[in-house]
T-cell receptor
Framework: LAKTTQPISMDSYEGQEVNITCSHN???????ITWYQQFPSQGPRFIIQ???TKVTNEVASLFIPADRKSSTLSLPRVSLSDTAVYYC????????????FGSGTQLTVLP | NAGVTQTPKFQVLKTGQSMTLQCAQD?????MSWYRQDPGMGLRLIHY???????DQGEVPNGYNVSRSTTEDFPLRLLSAAPSQTSVYFC????????????FGPGTRLLVL
C-alpha cells in the first residue's frame, strides 16, 4: 500500500473553499485514491474516490494531476458541520484486503 | 436498512476479563472488518473477513479473536482484557471487491481498568 502524507490540521472559515492535499509519491499503476471523512464520535464515512483527472460528487471534488503523485480534496463553501478528520487512502482495491488509515487532516471550520 | 450495528456502545472491563463485541450488518456484504482507534490516531485493522468461515489477521491482531459463522455477524472477542486495549472499536463492512467503500458502525468505547 502506498504511503500517504497529508497536513495534520487546517483551519477555515464558513463559506470558504477548502483544499486538502495528499502526497503519495509511490502510488502504483493499479492504485486508486480514496478519501474518508470522520466526525467526532463516529465511524469514518467514504466520501470520494478517483484514479486520475477530476471526480465530483455531491459532497466534494477530487483533483488528481497527470503524474498521480498527489491529490487534492476540495470542499466547496464549508460550514461548521464540515469540521472533521479527513483521511486520504491509496490502494489497489481490486486485490487489497485492507484499508490503511494514516493520521488524517483535522479540518476545523470557524464561524 | 439498519446498516452496520455494534453493541455495546460503551463497556468497562477489569484487567483479565473477557468479552465479546458484537457487529452485525444487513447489507449482505461479504467483507467485514474490525478496527481500533486510539486518541489522536488513525484506525488500525485488527481482523477482517472476506466471507462466512474465512477470517484473517490485520495489523494488530494480538489479544483478539474473531469468527464468521454467518454473512451478517462478525463478533470480536477479547480473550483477557488489558489496559492497552482501551480504545474505540469500529466494525465495518463492504461488498466483495469494493473494500475501498466500507460502511462503518457507530463504534464501541472500551475502557479496561
Amino acid at each position: 500500500l502506498a504511503k500517504t502524507t497529508q497536513p495534520i490540521s487546517m483551519d477555515s472559515y464558513e463559506g470558504q473553499e477548502v483544499n486538502i492535499t495528499c502526497s503519495h509519491n509511490n502510488i502504483a499503476t493499479n492504485d486508486y485514491i480514496t478519501w474518508y471523512q470522520q466526525f467526532p464520535s463516529q465511524g469514518p464515512r467514504f466520501i470520494i474516490q478517483g484514479y486520475k483527472t477530476k471526480v465530483t460528487n455531491e459532497v466534494a471534488s477530487l483533483f488528481i494531476p497527470a503524474d498521480r503523485k498527489s491529490s487534492t480534496l476540495s470542499l466547496p463553501r464549508v460550514s461548521l458541520s464540515d469540521t472533521a478528520v479527513y483521511y486520504c487512502l491509496v490502494g489497489d482495491w481490486g486485490s487489497a484486503r485492507q484499508l490503511t488509515f494514516g493520521s488524517g487532516t483535522q479540518l476545523t471550520v470557524l464561524p | 436498512n439498519a446498516g452496520v450495528t455494534q453493541t455495546p456502545k460503551f463497556q468497562v472491563l477489569k484487567t483479565g476479563q473477557s468479552m465479546t463485541l458484537q457487529c452485525a450488518q444487513d447489507m449482505n456484504h461479504e467483507y467485514m472488518s474490525w478496527y481500533r482507534q486510539d486518541p489522536g490516531m488513525g484506525l488500525r485493522l485488527i481482523h477482517y473477513s472476506v466471507g462466512a468461515g474465512i477470517t484473517d489477521q490485520g495489523e494488530v491482531p494480538n489479544g483478539y479473536n474473531v469468527s464468521r459463522s454467518t454473512t451478517e455477524d462478525f463478533p470480536l472477542r477479547l480473550l483477557s482484557a488489558a489496559p492497552s486495549q482501551t480504545s474505540v472499536y469500529f466494525c465495518a463492512s463492504a461488498l466483495a471487491g469494493a473494500q475501498e467503500t466500507q460502511y462503518f458502525g457507530p463504534g464501541t468505547r472500551l475502557l479496561v481498568l
